[in-house]
């Protein structure tokens, strides 16, 4: 996606963070930090990925990354309504210890109820568009999730009020960031503000 990018004309911050370390608050304020470090003035357009979605939305809600900062933002499978994974194996506290080994603390907190953070953030104002997937390659994670899902996330919880165009296409959470599709639509997106919903190909939008 980055290369891609770049080959369109951008300048490119691709960022990682220590998801199983901290809890979505504290990454917000140190991708921010970073974020702003790199360039404190200019209007910024964002691809996030899965749990990248809500860590942007808890900076821009808090303020550690000013709304007028935010040009257009494209969502690939982010968990903007919560993933019912986290509430099934919460339920079980043996998986639960497992979960949270593995996830940390900002996994723990996208639950889909009243605890979870999706609860708690703000619809968006900036332009966003979201892509979700409908492939999965986990029949015990789909069958936990109960309705067409991309192994990680329904496509129904991928949506967020307020949000400026949705897609679906046929291709699982994990690889979203790489279909070829997805890299189109994200650059549409990024140029016009909407995707390409007549585009040929494989989208289920």
């Given at each position: 996606?980055?290369?891609?990018?770049?080959?369109?004309?951008?300048?490119?911050?691709?960022?990682?963070?220590?998801?199983?370390?901290?809890?979505?608050?504290?990454?917000?304020?140190?991708?921010?930090?970073?974020?702003?470090?790199?360039?404190?003035?200019?209007?910024?357009?964002?691809?996030?990925?899965?749990?990248?979605?809500?860590?942007?939305?808890?900076?821009?809600?808090?303020?550690?990354?000013p709304?007028?900062?935010?040009?257009?933002?494209?969502?690939?499978?982010?968990?903007?309504?919560?993933?019912?994974?986290?509430?099934?194996?919460?339920?079980?506290?043996?998986?639960?210890?497992?979960?949270?080994?593995?996830?940390?603390?900002?996994?723990?907190?996208?639950?889909v109820g009243?605890?979870?953070?999706?609860?708690?953030?703000?619809?968006?104002?900036?332009?966003?568009?979201?892509?979700?997937?409908?492939?999965?390659?986990?029949?015990?994670?789909?069958?936990?999730?109960?309705?067409?899902?991309?192994?990680?996330?329904?496509?129904?919880?991928?949506?967020v009020?307020?949000?400026?165009?949705?897609?679906?296409?046929?291709h699982?959470?994990?690889l979203?960031?790489?279909?070829?599709?997805?890299?189109e639509?994200?650059?549409?997106?990024?140029?016009?503000?909407?995707?390409?919903?007549?585009?040929?190909?494989?989208?289920?939008?």
């Open positions: 996606m980055a290369r891609a990018l770049e080959a369109r004309g951008y300048e490119t911050l691709n960022l990682g963070y220590p998801s199983r370390r901290a809890s979505i608050e504290r990454l917000a304020e140190e991708i921010s930090a970073r974020i702003n470090a790199w360039n404190a003035g200019a209007r910024l357009d964002f691809v996030t990925h899965s749990l990248g979605g809500i860590v942007l939305r808890a900076a821009v809600a808090r303020g550690l990354l709304l007028a900062r935010i040009d257009r933002v494209v969502m690939l499978g982010p968990p903007n309504g919560g993933s019912e994974l986290v509430d099934a194996f919460a339920a079980i506290p043996v998986l639960s210890a497992v979960y949270r080994r593995l996830t940390g603390p900002a996994g723990a907190q996208l639950g009243p605890a979870g953070i999706a609860s708690r953030l703000p619809p968006v104002e900036f332009i966003v568009g979201v892509i979700a997937g409908n492939r999965s390659f986990n029949p015990l994670f789909s069958a936990l999730l109960g309705a067409p899902n991309d192994g990680k996330v329904r496509v129904d919880r991928t949506q009020r307020g949000m400026t165009d949705f897609l679906v296409v046929p699982w959470h994990p979203l960031m790489t279909a070829p599709i997805v890299i639509q994200t650059l549409h997106f990024l140029e016009t503000g909407v995707f390409q919903h007549t585009r040929p190909g494989a989208i289920l939008s």
